[in-house]
């Protein structure tokens, strides 16, 4: 076992972590297979959230394993500028067939916030290249999460993520969130009021004028924030007003996509076409970095103009479509394919709804919401400290052996989609346990 002496966490700056409390009482993993990870202290830790929302297939799958040594000593690196390698295109190839209808071109990038990053660039441009230079201004909502580029800081909506850095982007406004306790407490998937928090988009119209607004981000289910499950009909009446006044809507599908809700992406199960989709974490099962942007024909066709020796998007990054990535995910599609783990987790979701519904009535519980294989736990915060009976309570879990999240005083939930039925009901026992004893 490596040493965990407080001298040698020194210089490693964590990111989004509490790095005194952390270095003062380090939580090490040093292996993972399946559902389980290991301790540095050799504990068995389900994993509750897919390490971060992204291990959707599980831990250490032989197959993607296998195909990442394969390409390592096969072909390393290739420049993604000016050149490219096949297992790129037959990646954008099948990926592109996973989206619903003409979202058929992807640009690959690294991380869920590059993708956030290349979406706005996309969208701002393409309203310039079709001659609307002045569709500049971009609408997230409040308490959405899309990464921490400037651009994801300027669109997203968690004020902790955006006090400390100035006054970000000009040009963004947000739509307010969509959760209201008062009206959705307990809902069992998504809750029937708050539709008409979509008609804010038409206030934001008459507040700056559709031809200066170009696109509007979310994310259909907002994960980071604790799980916040849009209101039926509201994703539908987002995309109705967009059309009306031809702005480009992005779904931010970081979190949703490859399985979590039982489809290869939330747009398949809501049955609403966005007009680009960001991705990232479960393509690859985490296994390399690597994120997407998908785009509909059209505004890829927008941008095939001028002389053809020109470079129509002067965007991207070294390691856009790295061989490595590329491996990952092409095995981590066959994965999910010849598992059928979206069908698989499909079947789970109803399960897995009366299991996060079980915890109705325990200490601190005022909330429990799901959808798919998403759940999130919302904990009465204590007076004039928030977010700290959270974070005990995650302290605590990963002291019984389950890994969880949380955000604040909410627990967030995301398991593997091979999880069986017996370790749903270990995780949740986990969590109770945690709650009866917890301050
Ligand atoms: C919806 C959404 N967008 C963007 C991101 C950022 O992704 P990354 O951490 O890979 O940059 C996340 C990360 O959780 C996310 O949930």
Same mark, same amino acid.
């Given at each position: ?17 509490? &790095?005194?409390?952390? *270095? ?62 096949? %297992? ?12 619903? /209808? ?16 290349? $979406? ?13 230079? #002045? ?22 909506? #968690? ?6 850095? !100035? ?72 995309? $109705? ?17 490859? /399985? ?19 991705? $990232? %974490? ?14 509909? %024909? ?7 103009? /001028?002389? &053809? ?17 590329? =491996? =990952? !995910? ?29 915890? *109705? ?11 798919? @294989?998403?759940? /999130? ?7 004039? %400290? ?16 389950? @890994? ?22 270990? @995780? ?12």
């Amino acid at each position: 076992m490596q040493s965990t002496a407080a001298a040698d966490l020194e210089s490693y700056w964590m990111p989004f972590t509490a &790095n005194r409390q952390f *270095k003062a009482a380090p939580r090490l993993l040093v292996e993972a297979k399946g559902v389980y990870y290991t301790s540095a202290d050799d504990r068995r830790i389900l994993d509750g959230t897919a390490g971060m929302w992204c291990v959707n297939a599980g831990h250490g799958d032989r197959r993607i394993v296998e195909a990442v040594q394969h390409q390592v000593t096969e072909l390393d690196y290739s420049p993604a500028f000016q050149m490219g390698h096949p %297992k790129a295109f037959e990646l954008a190839n099948r990926l592109a067939r996973l989206m619903p /209808g003409d979202l058929d071109h992807v640009f690959f990038t690294n991380s869920g916030s590059e993708s956030v990053e290349t $979406a706005l660039k996309i969208a701002i441009a393409y309203h310039r290249v079709c001659g609307q230079a #002045m569709c500049t201004r971009l609408i997230g909502r409040e308490r959405g999460y899309h990464g921490v580029g400037l651009g994801g800081t300027s669109v997203g909506g #968690m004020v902790n993520n955006r006090r400390l850095f !100035g006054s970000l982007l000009a040009g963004v406004d947000h739509l307010p969130q969509t959760h209201d306790r008062e009206h959705q407490a307990f809902s069992r998937g998504q809750p029937e009021w708050g539709v008409h928090l979509a008609d804010e988009l038409e206030c934001i119209v008459g507040l700056h004028g559709a031809e200066t607004i170009s696109a509007v981000i979310v994310e259909p289910v907002a994960g980071s924030a604790g799980v916040l499950v849009p209101p039926k009909r509201y994703l539908e009446r987002l995309r $109705a007003i967009c059309d009306k006044y031809s702005i480009l809507l992005i779904f931010d599908e970081v979190i949703t996509a490859f /399985g979590r809700l039982g489809t290869a992406s939330a747009a398949e199960y809501f049955g609403i076409q966005p007009d680009l989709i960001t991705c $990232a %974490k479960g393509l690859t099962n985490a296994v390399v970095p690597m994120g997407a942007v998908v785009v509909r %024909k059209p505004i890829y066709d927008a941008f095939m103009q /001028g002389p &053809n020796y020109a470079i129509e998007l002067p965007h991207g990054y070294t390691y856009s479509g790295h061989p490595l990535a590329c =491996a =990952a !995910g092409l095995a981590t599609l066959d994965v999910y394919r010849d598992d059928k783990l979206f069908q698989r987790a499909a079947g789970l979701a109803s399960y897995w709804e009366s299991a996060v519904h079980s915890l *109705k009535g325990l200490p601190h519980v005022v909330d429990l919401r799901n959808l798919g @294989l998403l759940a /999130g736990i919302e904990l009465e915060s204590r007076l004039g %400290k928030p977010s700290e009976r959270g974070f005990e309570a995650f302290l605590k879990c990963f002291e019984k052996g389950a @890994l969880v999240r949380t955000t604040g005083d909410i627990i967030a939930l995301s398991p593997p989609l091979i999880i069986e039925k017996a370790q749903i009901d270990q @995780l949740f026992s986990i969590i109770a346990d945690v709650l009866k004893v917890l301050d």
